[in-house]
């Protein structure tokens, strides 16, 4: 079995006019490592890898079963009795010498000759110094492959497709948990909402689609975003945990829970009677997110369908960002990104930049207008995660959109 991404691997490293690329990372977590390692767990790990193949040095024994695991997705393994590890430990060998013994090993079953590496994964500060020396003391010349990497990790595997997919459902029952909680809650004095015999807090809201992603083994790296009225004008505060929601305000809900990748969905709720603005912001996004799901497909560009939102609000009256750069009120971000090692990788939704060419089958990414005003203290955000398709778009986060959670 090969590696999947061999053959870009080689075109990728080709316009770079280098031998390989080395990924270190302090261990399986990094985004960078992951692509290689699937759901092993490591601790600090190097791979050398080029369009024939990839190998994955790890560094204890302890760790081998893990290693299989990687193994199995068609890396081939370099061990630690492969380069005297122990030996190098009991010689009191600085941790250079053992990064210089470790990839060189994998070097030589690789088959490189010495020239340009491009390098990857985010270790520790000392591991990277430490690596680029040994690297130079053995003429090699390394550079930075965070470009490389990112372009590498872009277009998703089936197997990748399935994670995020697994996530996504989760996401979808987390939501579903949430809005069931705005249902139940009743109204008291000041408009509070409260569940059971206690108000219902920002916090307490994470904590219900905390629950859920705990129950199918998710976990949120990066939070949360519950945000009420005010907060969520602003975007992407996350929400102050003890504010208490109350009726006839919006919530912007953003949730991104990782398992092997991240999935990425938001919807906005409103308890009550909302304001008139409020459902006319509302209505203007749902009809922003609707058109631009249905003209994703390969060959489109995320800029264009990013500059036809801005359109649809600028004539609504918003400010938008391509026409009012900086501007803290009406539509002031992307259109969507890309999703999965990390939250946001590409394709980009830019004008210019890396990975803003067409959107190609294979990628994920979000859809995710929105409407804000801070002073009349409201927010808007639907957003859904879809998977570029050779016929269109399939849909990951098939919700619905009201903003009376009842009609969920």
């Not at 010689?91 to 010498?97: P, S």
């Not at 129950?215 to 996350?238: D, F, K, N």
């Not at 909302?274 to 006319?280: G, K, N, Q, S, T």
């Amino acid at each position: 079995m090969s590696w999947a991404r061999g053959e870009l691997l080689g075109a990728l490293l080709s316009e770079e006019n280098a031998e390989a690329l080395v990924v270190l990372a302090g261990s399986s977590r990094d985004p960078d490592l992951q692509p290689f390692v699937g759901g092993a767990r490591l601790g600090e790990a190097c791979v050398v890898a080029h369009g024939g193949g990839a190998w994955l040095v790890y560094f204890t024994s302890m760790e081998r079963e893990e290693a299989a695991r990687a193994e199995a997705g068609g890396v081939e393994l370099v061990h630690p009795a492969d380069f005297g590890m122990e030996t190098l430990r009991r010689e009191g060998k600085t941790h250079k010498a053992i990064l210089a013994a470790a990839v060189n090993s994998a070097f030589e079953r690789a088959g490189t000759s010495v020239g340009k590496v491009v390098l990857a994964g985010r270790p520790p500060a000392g591991s990277a110094l430490a690596l680029a020396r040994a690297l130079e003391d053995g003429d090699w010349q390394p550079t930075s492959g965070r470009g490389l990497m990112l372009a590498l990790r872009r277009r998703k595997t089936q197997r990748e497709i399935e994670g995020i997919a697994a996530a996504a459902r989760t996401t979808v029952a987390a939501f579903r948990s949430v809005a069931g909680a705005l249902v139940e809650s009743s109204v008291r004095e000041g408009e509070e909402l409260w569940l059971g015999e206690e108000r219902l807090t920002v916090a307490r809201m994470k904590a219900l689609a905390a629950q859920v992603f705990a129950a199918h083994a998710l976990e949120q790296p990066e939070s949360s975003i519950v945000a009420p009225a005010e907060e969520g004008a602003t975007g992407h505060s996350t929400g102050t945990p003890d504010r208490v929601l109350r009726a006839g305000e919006s919530v912007v809900v953003d949730l991104f829970p990782r398992g092997l990748l991240f999935a990425d969905c938001t919807r906005t709720f409103c308890v009550g009677e909302p304001p008139e603005e409020l459902v006319r912001a509302h209505g203007l996004v749902l009809e922003a997110l609707e058109a631009s799901l249905e003209a994703v497909r390969p060959g489109v560009r995320g800029w264009t369908l990013h500059e036809r939102v801005c359109r649809l609000f600028e004539n609504e009256g918003f400010a938008v960002p391509d026409k009012n750069p900086g501007t803290q009120t009406g539509y002031f971000h992307l259109l969507g990104h890309g999703v999965g090692y990390e939250l946001h990788e590409l394709p980009s939704f830019r004008k210019t930049g890396p990975g803003t060419d067409e959107l190609r089958a294979g990628d994920v990414v979000t859809i995710e207008p929105g409407l804000y005003d801070p002073e009349a203290g409201w927010g808007v955000r639907l957003e859904d995660l879809v998977v570029v398709t050779a016929a269109g778009m399939t849909n990951l986060t098939p919700l619905p959109y009201d903003l009376d959670p009842r009609a969920w």
